[in-house]
């Protein structure tokens, strides 16, 4: 890495030792877990729940567009089905995870940084997610 000035969301340029020591600082303040037992729960919850939606909405990705218009054209039912796929708006829902996994990782790196033996620990745990 190199000891180029960070940007942080403060608009405060701070050099790479400054911004680290501010991370830590920050998480070792920290009361509250970035999410709850009943809050990952309600997600579980939520990702079983869309399931269905979520199938059924990405059948449509696997057949192409010329087929997926015929088909609609003429079978009522189907564009019943489809025009139900097309309102199921749960993206919202899809976009947050990402950012909500990112953080969770990047909190479980900065933990397993401070361990003298991270390198080996890490190539454990790839292992752990290959089997």
Request: proline share 2%.
């Amino acid at each position: 890495m190199t000891n180029e000035n960070i940007t942080t969301d403060q608009e405060v340029d701070l050099g790479f030792r400054e911004f680290s020591d501010k991370l830590f600082a920050d998480l070792e303040q920290e009361e509250q877990p970035i999410l709850t037992l009943d809050q990952m729960d309600q997600i579980e919850h939520q990702w079983e729940a869309l399931k269905r939606a979520r199938r059924c909405l990405l059948i449509w990705g696997t057949k192409p567009w010329k087929e997926v218009a015929e088909s609609i054209q003429e079978d009522r039912e189907l564009a019943i089905a489809a025009a139900a796929s097309a309102c199921c708006d749960h993206l919202e829902f899809y976009t947050a995870l990402p950012e909500l996994i990112e953080a969770t990782k990047l909190r479980l790196l900065t933990a397993l940084c401070c361990r003298e033996d991270m390198k080996e620990i890490m190539e454990q745990g790839k292992q752990g997610i290959q089997r």
